[in-house]
């Protein structure tokens, strides 16, 4: 088991509700889009998510994070 403490925990916290963040960015503006009858620009959203995350998450996990949501958006296209 992992318990950090003191400013270990603090920076992992902040860390972690980046992440969210980013994801709810993400999810935000391609719902937006969704539900004014739009089509889902995927690329323009996650450029846009891309470069604002990249430095404090580090590029391969804003790229991870890019695809995970565009795999749940497909998956969900799929089923409509």
Do not use: C, H
């Not at 902040?14 to 980013?22: P, R």
């Not at 935000?28 to 969704?34: E, K, L, N, P």
């Not at 996990?61 to 409509?80: D, F, G, H, P, R």
């Amino acid at each position: 088991w992992l318990l950090p403490e003191g400013s270990a925990e603090r920076k992992l916290e902040k860390l972690g509700d980046t992440f969210a963040k980013a994801f709810n960015k993400l999810n935000y503006m391609r719902r937006q889009q969704f539900f004014s009858g739009q089509r889902i620009d995927f690329e323009d959203t996650a450029k846009a998510v891309y470069e604002k995350y990249k430095r404090v998450l580090g590029s391969a996990n804003v790229q991870q994070l890019i695809n995970k949501n565009t795999e749940a958006w497909l998956s969900y296209l799929s089923l409509l």
